[in-house]
T-cell receptor, first 107, second 113 residues
Framework: GIQVEQSPPDLILQEGANSTLRCNFS?????LQWFHQNPWGQLINLFY???GTKQNGRLSATTVATERYSLLYISSSQTTDSGVYFC?????????FGPGTRLSVLP | DTEVTQTPKHLVMGMTNKKSLKCEQH?????MYWYKQKAKKPPELMFV???????INESVPSRFSPECPNSSLLNLHLHALQPEDSALYLC????????????FGEGSWLTVV
């Protein structure tokens, strides 16, 4: 099956800082999503981005499918951005998750 | 409306109990999923239903029994669970299995005592 890696595993930022999260995957994919899991456990969709670049407010994402990686950019971070960020790719009928990046934004 | 609703939010059950987790979506999605998530780990697939038929069972023990009564509902019946089954159980749906955007419910936190 497809292997998904994410880096860094943990990230601590001061409020207002920018950050880049990375997702590497082992095989070609036609479906990649980024999620934010809040402290209460809910997985919130951020981007559906199998290729190209998208932006939504302070967040943007880029997937370079030919090189098998995706990046999530968070600008001007806020304390509410804290949580775990997952990327997930489709392998057959399964959405396979990476191990996640745990982000803590300090006030 | 991109909402998947799960009940209950929290459940504590003994090892001899029988309980059920419920999931509902009204987005017209034909694929529904159960994922299990342990602390500090990513979600892991348990079951996939496609057009109300079980299409994937990821070698889940028989003490977990899924049921899809119709295209909007998904249940997970629990019986004779073990303490190590304590976890966050996430229901999700997508338009088609493995395709498009997948949407997750808020999850059911299960504690087995």
């Amino acid at each position: 099956g497809i292997q998904v890696e994410q880096s860094p595993p943990d990230l601590i930022l001061q409020e207002g800082a920018n950050s880049t999260l990375r997702c590497n995957f082992s095989d070609s994919v036609n479906n990649l999503q980024w999620f934010h899991q809040n402290p209460w456990g809910q997985l919130i969709n951020l981007f559906y981005i199998p290729s190209g670049t998208k932006q939504n407010g302070r967040l943007s994402a880029t997937t370079v499918a030919t090189e098998r990686y995706s990046l999530l950019y968070i600008s001007s971070s806020q304390t509410t951005d804290s949580g775990v960020y997952f990327c997930a790719v489709v392998d057959g009928q399964n959405f396979v998750f990476g191990p996640g990046t745990r982000l803590s934004v300090l006030p | 409306d991109t909402e998947v609703t799960q009940t209950p939010k929290h459940l504590v059950m003994g090892m001899t109990n029988k309980k059920s987790l419920k999931c509902e979506q009204h987005m017209g999605h034909r694929a529904m999923y159960w994922y299990k998530q342990k602390a500090k780990k990513p979600p892991e697939l348990m079951f996939v239903y496609s057009y109300e038929k079980l299409s994937i069972n990821e070698s889940v023990p028989s003490r977990f029994s899924p049921e899809c009564p119709n295209s909007s509902l998904l249940n997970l019946h629990l019986h004779a669970l073990q303490p190590e089954d304590s976890a966050l159980y996430l229901c999700a749906s997508s338009l088609l299995s493995g395709g498009n955007t997948i949407y997750f419910g808020e999850g059911s936190w299960l504690t087995v005592v």
